[in-house]
Each structure stands twice: as structure tokens, then as C-alpha cells.
Nanobody, 114 residues
Framework: VQLVESGGGLVQPGGSLRLSCAASGFTFRSYNMNWYRQAPGKERELVAGITSAGGITTYADSVKGRFTISRDNPKNTVYLQMNSLKPEDTAVYYC????????WGHGTQVTVSS
């Protein structure tokens, strides 16, 4: 099983980034997918989730209206579009399949700073 995140980087406040997570080694279309993040000194938190067919999405209150999760099942990829980024969004962002006890990626760093 592999989950490989990409798209992180340094961005100014108010900017945008699009994270991608390429999955392999399991039946991607059967799994709910999630994005978590962990900031320095803080616990890992759920940012957004999407059901296996993509019909239902959920978001942390802190990102509602700014972040959008989506998936492309034929491409085995899940995305996180992040707009209006704030310094408090700075964290390592992790892709997750099936919940905390299942599959994790290694993370991608997002830094929001001027």
C-alpha cells in the first residue's frame, strides 16, 4: 500500500495550494479518504474527508469555505484545494485511507508565511 502526497510548499497568506495524494496497492474506490494535518507541538487533526464515491464531504470548522476535498477514482487520487491560506494552516498534511487505523502517507509540508 502506498499513499504519496505532493503539492505542498511555501505560500503567502491569502494564497492557494492544491495537494494531491496518489494511492496504490488497495482498492481505492472502496475507501473513504481523508486529509489530516499536524502543526508543530499540536496533535494531528482531521481537516477534510470524502466518502468512497465522493458523494459526501466533511470539513473541520477551521477550513470550511476555504478548503475543498475531491477525488478521481479512475486515477486513484484524492485532492485538497486550499484557498485563502492563513499562517495557522501551516502544518504537515497527511493523506489517509479508511480512518486512523488504516493507511497513511508520509505527509507534505505546507508553510503559510510572508
Amino acid at each position: 500500500v502506498q499513499l504519496v502526497e505532493s503539492g505542498g510548499g511555501l505560500v503567502q497568506p491569502g494564497g492557494s495550494l492544491r495537494l494531491s495524494c496518489a494511492a496504490s496497492g488497495f482498492t481505492f474506490r472502496s475507501y473513504n479518504m481523508n486529509w489530516y494535518r499536524q502543526a508543530p507541538g499540536k496533535e494531528r487533526e482531521l481537516v477534510a474527508g470524502i466518502t468512497s464515491a465522493g458523494g459526501i464531504t466533511t470539513y473541520a470548522d477551521s477550513v470550511k469555505g476555504r478548503f475543498t476535498i475531491s477525488r478521481d477514482n479512475p486515477k486513484n487520487t484524492v485532492y485538497l484545494q486550499m484557498n485563502s491560506l492563513k499562517p495557522e494552516d501551516t502544518a504537515v498534511y497527511y493523506c489517509n485511507a479508511g480512518g486512523p487505523s488504516r493507511y497513511w502517507g508520509h505527509g507534505t509540508q505546507v508553510t503559510v508565511s510572508s
